[in-house]
């Protein structure tokens, strides 16, 4: 899936999709505190309510509640990996995943650009980059290709 094919997803447990008071939300999920912390502060101001999830189960759990608007979410940590990466993409077929890791490489990038990932980081990240990335994602501009750093 490419990210011009991608619609934003819609939270049902929010007003519809239409009501133009509706704030988005933005699912991150990250096993380290400190880097977690860290994204929430830093993407408050694009204006979305932000969800946390301290690995992929919880993560899991908090999609089978609501689909969000876009996922932010870490690759190595518990209950994560390449398993992890495709119940999301099953879960939420059309949301935005932006897939952060620290033990990337060229194998890792292309299995989880395979898997649906709409953009890809190596850590250490650089919240500019992440930004950017999300604000491309959410406000539906097409590409044929996903967005790699």
Do not use: W
């Not at 933005?26 to 502060?41: F, G, K, P, T, Y």
């Not at 101001?45 to 932010?72: H, M, N, S």
């Not at 940590?77 to 490489?105: N, Q, S």
């Not at 650089?126 to 999300?134: D, H, L, M, Q």
């Amino acid at each position: 899936m490419t990210m011009g094919e991608m619609s934003q997803c819609k939270d049902p447990i929010e007003a519809p999709a239409m009501d133009p008071k509706r704030v988005g939300v933005m699912l991150v999920v990250e096993d380290d505190h400190a880097m977690r912390s860290l994204l929430c502060d830093e993407l408050l101001d694009l204006g979305y309510r932000i969800v946390e999830a301290t690995d992929g189960e919880e993560a899991l759990q908090r999609i089978a509640d609501f689909i969000p608007d876009l996922i932010l979410t870490d690759l190595r940590m518990p209950a994560g990996g390449l398993d992890y990466v495709t119940r999301l993409r099953t879960l939420a077929p059309a949301c935005p995943i932006i897939l952060m890791t620290a033990f990337g490489d060229d194998q890792t990038r292309n299995q989880v650009m395979e898997c649906g990932v709409s953009a890809y980081f190596d850590k250490p990240v650089r919240i500019a980059e992440v930004k950017t990335a999300i604000r491309f994602l959410l406000n539906g501009h097409e590409s044929d290709t996903p967005l790699e750093n």
